[in-house]
């Protein structure tokens, strides 16, 4: 992971908010590259929703239409949501060094034994060590070492036993180390932490002047719903699709974009009649996994997984509950982290948003209007920044063998420059024709056009920044107008025609997309 973010920022792909101040802890800035890659990756999502929507189960194409909603809306709104009230995770406090962890991230090392005895540090008794989840082992056995913990609760070849993590439950906290102390006891009961962030709106700050920053895109769609219906020409079952930014006081910002403060979600609710929601939940997740491996991961990195019942919210359990489509990421593997949730959503918001409004969100069957009732929503939620996250961590690809090291396996589709032109040489005749060629081909793609340095140097950069393809210029070209074309991922050379080159780049990135 160290290697993929120090990549990103000396290529322009991610930057720390506010270095040049030291950064602010949660925020990030896209860099040249970077910005394209995540418009690559949001405008893909907008075309396979919105422009080109699915394929149904009926066979004909799936009704979806955009919205682009405010982020600061009512804040009634997000108190019928559940947010002003619910949108809290319960947060442990650490005495000694003052951090904060979420309690449902923590898990806990115990150190049973069967004679009775037991460990301890400064004197005090110690019955297991808290750590992050997504430690990593040689992490935990590091610190294990460090404390000194007997090998009688380490296996005899010094690994770490796998039954011995637990949920902590009833263990006292004054005999739990927390996961960045010196000593037991230092770590607080879990307390509710509201993650929206608070501003205000107007020029007096009170009470009755307090707004949200949207902690979801989702809640700007069902504020919506009554006018998209009304001024469209949808029906059940469609679906609202909206990208942009959502903000969330996460209290452990962590794993670089993974969990930042300020992200953004693409987000579809898709309404339909509470009796088709298994057929379009199952239909969703099959298109969702379909979209990720289309731009480019891979199956072997993708993973669906069902919510635990402990983990689902109140709406999710009654209905048909949710599922994460989760990623490989290397700070998680060999597990893998969420990348979308898709959630049965029941008809709780719509019902809410009724209720605390006094607007009639009822759907009225235009066959039959005394066939009357509120939708259940299907919703896939998708981080696009988690998703730019996973592009980048897929197509990161260590190669010795080539100067820089390393290649962006991007998918074409996705990857910020689709092709770079590169004179072989600054002299007067190569650059008007790299030129030339680069004027023409912009027009269809984004494309670089590097003169400076060696054309090693020259490959090396555009293999670091994952181009696909590679037009040189060279006295050839002068005589007979053909360039050489080379492939990132084999290296391979092939020589074609000038005026082919367009036609070229379309045919390779057409072939490439699913
Ligand atoms: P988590 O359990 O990781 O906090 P969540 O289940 O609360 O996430 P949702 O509310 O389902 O997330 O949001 C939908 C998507 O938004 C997630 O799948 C993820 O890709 C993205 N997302 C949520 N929180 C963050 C964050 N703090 N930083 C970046 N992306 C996020």
Known sequence: MKDIVSLCKRRGFIFAASEIYGGINGFWDYGPLGVELKNNLRDRWWKDMVITPPIGPDGSPVEIVGVDSAIIQNPKAWVASGHVGGFSDPMMDDRETKLRYRADHIKYFVLETVDGSYFTVEGKKVRAFAFMQ?????????????????????????????????????????????????????????????????????????????????????????????????????????????????????????????????????????????????????????????????????????????????????????????????????????????????????????????????????????????????????????????????????????????????YLNFHPSMAPKKAAILPLTAKDEHVPLAQKLYLDIREDFAVDLDIKQNIGKRYARQDEIGTPYCFTIDNDTVNDQTVTVRERNTMAQERIHMDKVKSFLHEKIRRSSV
Request: negative net charge; charged residues 25%; hydrophobic residues 35%.
């Open 134 to 406: 997504d430690t990593p082992p040689e992490e935990i056995e590091r610190r294990l070492k460090k404390f000194k913990v007997d090998k009688k609760y380490i296996s005899s070849d010094g690994k770490l036993p796998e039954l011995v993590f637990s949920s902590g439950d009833g263990i006292p906290l004054e005999e739990i180390i927390g996961p960045d102390a010196s000593k037991p006891g230092t770590l607080t009961e879990p307390k509710a932490f509201n993650l929206m962030f608070q501003t205000y709106v107007g020029a007096m700050q009170s009470e009755d002047s307090i707004a949200y920053l949207r902690p979801e895109t989702a809640q700007g769609i069902f504020l919506n719903y009554k006018n998209v219906l009304d001024s469209s020409r949808v029906r059940v079952p469609f679906g609202i699709a909206q990208i942009g930014k959502a903000f969330r006081n996460e209290v452990n910002p962590r794993n670089f974009i993974f969990r930042s403060r300020e992200f953004e979600q693409m987000e579809l609710e898709w309404f339909c009649h509470p009796s088709e929601a298994k057929i379009w939940r199952d239909f969703w997740f099959a298109e969702r996994q379909r979209f990720w491996k289309s731009v480019g991961l891979s199956s072997a990195n993708l993973q669906i997984r069902d919510h635990d019942s402990d983990e689902l919210s109140h709406y999710a359990k009654a209905g048909l509950g949710t599922a994460d489509i989760e990623y490989r990421f290397p700070f998680t593997a060999p597990g893998f982290g969420e990348l979308e949730g898709i959630a049965h959503r029941c008809d709780f918001d719509l019902t809410q948003h009724q209720e605390h409004s006094g607007a009639k969100l009822e759907y009225m069957d235009p066959n039959d209007n005394t066939n009357r009732f509120i939708p259940h929503v299907i919703e896939p939620a998708a981080g696009l920044s988690r998703g730019v996250l996973a592009l980048i961590c897929e197509a990161y690809t260590v190669d010795e063998k080539r100067p820089s090291g390393l």
